[in-house]
């Protein structure tokens, strides 16, 4: 009997196919959509979910148990159950690799190529291939390096990352929220939005990591590996990602540094690597060198963290471009940031003759002092980033270019989906302002786009106003107020 029938419980028994022989015809002659039970397929994912689970539910109890234990046999999990599981976690429109593979190409007789796929996955026979490197713009105008892997290198890195979260997520602190089960970035504004609100916050540093997937020490990052993993099955894998490389004009590079950001295990290995750099560091600060209050949150490379007093910050800074650097790793100069800020800061700048306070970016969105409108209390205001916002409108711009000649109902219906996502994510408190703002410039570049496909185009702004009304969603608040959520989601 095979790995892939066995699990920490006993016996499980894996389903084959119907005639298996026949599955070769499916490879090259798929049967259309409406002839598939798609029933009994979502039930199969279902199921394998389940059995995931259940299997790794003794890994996350014994990783609660033992804060120090090491985990020697760990590749078993890695089962048929959870390469399909990760499989079905992936994007069905990401871009494909060096192999040319796609989600659609693959899931034509997935059950045996993930045979195929967990038998060489456990002689030892996988091999990864090199990334494929593309570039995708930022918002402030430079470009961001991305590693695209073949797609079975997301498949087994993604059941990689489902096994190693049974045992990091009861190592990693709280104060952590980028790229983890059931965390998101709104939990993470969530907190520091209480923090300000709730603690004696006086001043804020902005710490960004520079070029942190690319600088990060591929030898200490196995290090900090085996602090948990004694599995060295696991680590060879690991180790092989890294040193896989990446594709670019029609050469392979390999550095001893970076963890390939794009790839589907690289937010989990940027999280251990900052737990062990940073967050262990920081809580240990916290409770043996700060003299007041302190606040961390990190999300990935991005950290906030929060003073009573200014002192506490700047010693936190210094020791924390020692501690970075000795991991081989520095803070960006122009991104990283002491300023006074807080429910007091606005008063204590007047005192001094000074202006306003200064204002923060974190997860894109503004954060400003201010006053409610009743009883003159602090207010934390989050405002919608300016650079993210016209970037975003500069791709609409250009995307409208290209659908000119569409109908309008067409137009309407691609503008709904693009102005209800950005809606989800910055529809906060706060922020309605900028909501109505970015609704109208929406309006306005589809006014001149309409207006383009003809010179005797009359286009005035009610009758805009009416077709937009027709398919764009209003502004209005979407998300709860912080302390109202985070009290629901951390009722501790």
């Known amino acids: 009997m095979n790995d892939a029938q066995k699990s920490d419980s006993g016996i499980v028994a894996v389903k084959l196919a119907n005639n298996p022989g026949e599955l070769g015809a499916e490879l090259v002659e798929r049967r259309p959509e409406t002839k598939r039970n798609a029933t009994q397929q979502s039930t199969h994912r279902t199921q394998s979910r389940a059995r995931v689970t259940q299997a790794l539910e003794r890994v996350r109890q014994a990783a609660r148990r033992g804060k ?9 999990h890695i089962t048929t159950d959870t390469l399909r599981t990760a499989f079905y976690a992936l994007k069905r429109k990401a871009a494909a690799g060096v192999d040319g593979v796609t989600w659609e190409d693959y899931e034509v007789g997935i059950e045996l190529r993930l045979d195929d796929l967990h038998e060489r996955v456990h002689r030892g026979d996988y091999r990864p291939q090199p990334s494929r490197r593309t570039y995708i713009p930022k918002a402030d105008g430079r470009q961001r390096p ?28 709280g104060f952590s929220y980028g790229f983890r089960p059931g965390r998101g970035a709104h939990d993470a504004l969530d907190a520091l939005a209480v923090a300000i609100g709730s603690r004696k916050v006086n001043y804020i540093l902005d710490a960004d990591v520079e070029n942190f997937f690319g600088a990060v020490s591929q030898t200490w990052l196995v290090r900090f590996l085996e ?11 690991i180790q092989k990602w890294l040193r896989a490389g990446v594709l670019e004009d029609g050469a392979v590079t390999v550095d001893d540094r970076g963890t390939g950001q794009g790839s589907v295990i690289s937010p989990l290995l940027g999280n251990i690597y900052l737990h ?4 262990l560091w920081a809580e ?16 990935a490379d991005d950290q906030i963290v929060g003073f009573e007093r200014e002192d506490d910050a700047r010693r936190f800074l210094d020791a924390m471009h020692e501690r970075l650097e000795k991991f081989t790793l520095k803070l960006h100069p122009d991104k990283t940031r002491l300023i006074e800020f807080g429910r007091h800061a606005a008063a204590r700048r007047k005192a001094q003759g000074l202006g ?3 204002t923060f970016n974190f997860l894109g969105f503004t ?57 989800n994510y910055y529809a906060v408190p706060t922020n309605s302002r900028a909501l109505s703002a ?25 009758r805009i106003g009416r077709i937009a009304d027709s398919w764009l969603p209003l502004p209005r608040i979407r998300h709860p107020w912080p302390n109202q959520r985070f009290a629901v989601n951390y009722s501790r």
């Not at 062990?276 to 967050?279: G, H, K």
């Not at 240990?284 to 999300?299: L, N, Q, S, T």
Request: charged share 35%; glycine share 6%; proline share 2%.
């Open 438 to 462: 970015f609704r109208h410039w929406v309006m306005d570049l589809w006014r001149r786009t309409l207006r383009r496909r003809s010179q005797k185009d009359g286009l005035t702004w009610d």
């Open 276 to 279: 062990y750099v940073f967050d």
């Open 356 to 358: 306003k306070p200064e």
């Open 146 to 173: 991305l590693a695209i892997a073949a797609l079975e290198d997301k498949i087994v890195q993604g059941a990689t990352v489902i096994v190693l979260n049974a045992i990091y997520e009861e190592h990693f602190l």
């Open 284 to 299: 240990r600060w916290r409770r043996r060198e700060a003299k007041g209050d302190m606040i961390v949150v990190r999300y």
């Open 68 to 76: 120090k234990e090491r985990f020697t046999a760990l590749l078993h």
């Open 367 to 423: 954060h400003v002092c201010d006053k409610s409108r009743r009883g003159g209390r602090f207010l934390l205001r989050r405002i919608t980033r300016s650079d993210r916002r016209r970037a975003k409108l500069k791709d609409i711009k250009e995307e409208l270019r290209r659908r000119m000649h569409q109908p309008i109902p067409v137009q309407g219906s691609w503008l709904r989906q693009v102005v209800t996502g950005h809606f």
């Open 227 to 237: 602090h948990l993993i004694g599995d060295r099955r696991i680590i060879r894998l």
